[in-house]
């Protein structure tokens, strides 16, 4: 079993910045990729960035240069810090971990999927 919790969304001015942190928690050995998604309203939900766990990175063209994706194996955390943000940056944010192996009672698994509560992010004009 695997719990996600989201922090750092807010409402912030255009120009400014944010920091996203997602923490997974539980008995977990390894997470191959981790990625942050976003929704705005009325539309599909996108990929804005991911990474590997040997650190690779992709980005969406529209965060390409604004946003760093960042993680911490140790702490099984992974961040989005988010400069120069713009009013089309307005959504929900939610993080995405592929491939979870975790140990529970003698056993060990491996969770395919798993995704934050989401937390909001708003840019003010």
């Known amino acids: 079993q695997v719990q996600l919790v989201e922090s750092g969304g807010g409402l912030v001015q255009g120009g400014g910045s944010l920091r996203l942190s997602c923490a997974a928690s539980?008995?977990?050995?390894?997470?191959?990729?981790m990625g942050w998604y976003r929704q705005a309203p009325g539309k599909q939900r996108e990929l804005v960035a991911g990474?590997?766990?040997?650190?690779?990175?992709n980005y969406a063209d529209s965060a390409k240069g604004r946003f760093t994706i960042s993680r911490d194996n140790a702490k099984n955390t992974v961040y989005l810090q988010m400069n120069s943000l713009k009013p089309e940056d307005t959504a929900v944010y939610y993080c995405n971990l592929d491939r979870v192996r975790y140990y529970l009672n003698s056993r060990y698994y491996t969770s395919l999927e798993s995704w934050g509560q989401g937390t909001q992010v708003t840019v003010s004009s």
């Open positions: 539980g008995s977990i050995v390894s997470i191959h990729a």
């Open positions: 990474i590997t766990s040997g650190g690779s990175t």
